[in-house]
């Protein structure tokens, strides 16, 4: 039962979260609701019993990704300054490509649920597995996206300094 309430409070804050990251017009106050969405998603990582996840959660997604937001930000953006909305068509077609990707998702949830119960009920993961599944070349192992992200993520920062670099 505890458990239970301690789900909801955390979802309820995601959610919250989530819809002021999107919502607020100061990029600063966006960033740090971003923060608490990543903090409450570790939460539910330890509410799960993944204390690697969690530790993850927070060392790379809440802390590193989010110092280089936030110094994209202060590098391009006037952090004082109010964000404009977009135009109407713009924001309609936005919430259609969301209920689009939330539609795709629930599809690939609901048809694929059971074989992830039956997969995680069969025995505890250990590390050299999620290690060679996350750095492995063979199928259904994650090197080359995990690369991808890497040169992605190298990218912005060197787009970001270009871009402060003109001012």
Known sequence: MAEQII??????????CSIMAVTTQ????????????????????LLLNYHFLMAVQIA??????????????????????DVKFEK????????LAS??????????????????????TKEELHMQD?????MGTDK????LPFEA????LLACIIGGIMIARKR
């Open 99 to 120: 209920l689009a990707g939330l539609a795709i998702c629930g599809h690939i949830i609901f048809y694929n649920v059971d074989r992830f119960y039956t997969y995680v």
């Open 60 to 81: 790379v997604y809440a802390g590193g990704v989010m110092v280089l937001f936030i110094f994209a930000i202060l590098l391009t953006n006037e952090p004082g300054r």
């Open 140 to 143: 259904y192992q994650y090197l």
């Open 149 to 152: 992200i890497s040169i992605l």
């Open 26 to 45: 100061k990029i600063i106050r966006s960033a740090t609701f971003l923060l608490f969405v990543l903090l409450g998603t570790a939460g539910l990582y």
């Open 7 to 16: 789900f909801y409070v955390l979802a309820a804050i995601i959610v919250f």
């Open 88 to 95: 109407p068509g713009r924001m309609f077609i936005a919430a």
């Open 130 to 134: 999620i290690g060679m599944a996350m």
